[in-house]
């Protein structure tokens, strides 16, 4: 096992039982294990993003070590950058030939969403090929071997829901889509510029999120490619559409549930950030890097940094005991670095 649990955060929860079983979208169970968890061990889910398929993936071992009950691929799950169909059939059977992953597929439930590779396009919006955008849709769905009766396969774009019973509690996980309806804006010499006309996901993902959103759960988990958070720094950012944030924030501080974790990826670094809304605290781990990490990132700026950042290659874990805890953990290759950082 390499050096791990490069930044971790623990917050206490104190949760009731909402739902006897895990449901989808349409109510149907999700198989996590055969047996009831009736262990102390806690529920673990592992998450990450950034895959180049042609790249060594050394960080196979050490999430399936992890024994998780559930993978989150957060985008970039492989590198496909083309319009081509028969591309990024040849690109997914790559990542799903290598061995580590295929005994990780065997043993853990994998759902998902993507970011602009695996959409088709650096950086890309909406304004994507239309027939591209569909190719590279099913081949999504077909990777994360979503079954075709999914109501995601019905609709434009990749955003789902799942809820899971773990350990007497109801937890939601709400994967967005930040790739299909989104607006073009403009990039300067210094990164893009905000601009608070455009929008982020588009009139019927916001619609179907502020349905889920007014469902009830002891814990709510919202995934996507795209920081929400930082701020500073000149990359893609939900905060280059400052509009959508806010409206999104403002969701989020209209939930009856306090126990709310955002997960993202896209930029090669790791680090937790954290905000409170509404006498809640809100908590954000970017998990992303696991072939390739952006080693000069330096102490980028980001005011809402919990502890520091990793530039190194990265997994995340969310870790629900029996005892109502949920930890929050990013791990990787630290470099014989080892910090921990608890609240």
């Known amino acids: 096992m390499k050096f791990l649990a490069i930044l971790a955060i623990l917050f206490l929860v104190t949760c009731t039982s909402k739902q006897e079983k895990p449901i989808t979208e349409t109510n149907e169970p999700i198989s996590i294990n055969e047996e009831p968890d009736t262990t102390i061990e806690p529920f673990v889910i592992a998450f990450g993003s950034c895959n180049k398929q042609n790249k060594a993936q050394p960080l196979w071992k050490d999430i399936i070590a992890e024994k998780p009950n559930l993978w989150i691929w957060l985008g970039d799950n492989i590198y496909a950058d083309t319009k081509d169909e028969a ?56 990777f994360l071997e979503v079954p075709k009766d999914k109501p995601v396969w019905l609709r434009d774009g990749l955003y789902q829901s799942y809820e899971y019973e773990v350990n007497n509690l109801l937890v939601r996980v709400i994967l967005l889509d930040t790739r299909y309806f989104k607006d073009p804006i403009t990039k300067g010499a210094n990164g893009y510029i905000p601009d608070a006309k455009a929008d982020l996901l588009g009139a019927a993902q916001w619609k179907w999120l502020e349905t889920e959103l007014a469902k009830a759960e002891d814990i709510l988990i919202i995934g996507n490619g795209t920081q929400i958070l930082p701020q500073e720094h000149r990359f893609e950012k939900w905060a280059n559409y400052p509009t ?18 955002l997960l993202s990826g896209d930029r090669h670094i790791g680090e937790i950030s954290k905000v409170e809304l509404n006498n809640k605290s809100i908590y954000e781990v970017t998990s992303s890097g696991l072939t390739h990490s952006y080693e000069s990132a330096g102490d980028e700026p980001n005011q809402h940094r919990v502890g520091t950042l990793t530039p190194n290659l990265n997994y995340g874990l969310l870790k629900i005991t029996q005892s109502g805890q949920v930890g929050l953990i990013l791990s990787g290759l630290a470099q014989k670095r080892h910090l921990r950082v608890q609240l």
């Open 87 to 142: 591309i990024f059939d040849e690109k997914y059977a790559q990542q799903n030939s290598n061995k580590d992953y295929q005994q990780l597929k065997a043993n853990t439930p994998i759902i998902g969403t993507w970011d602009d590779h695996d959409y088709g396009k650096n950086d890309g919006d909406k304004t994507f090929n239309s027939l591209a955008k569909k190719i590279s849709k099913r081949k999504a769905l077909e």
């Open 244 to 261: 959508s944030r806010d409206r999104f924030l403002n969701l989020l501080a209209a939930e009856k549930t306090e126990k709310i974790i």
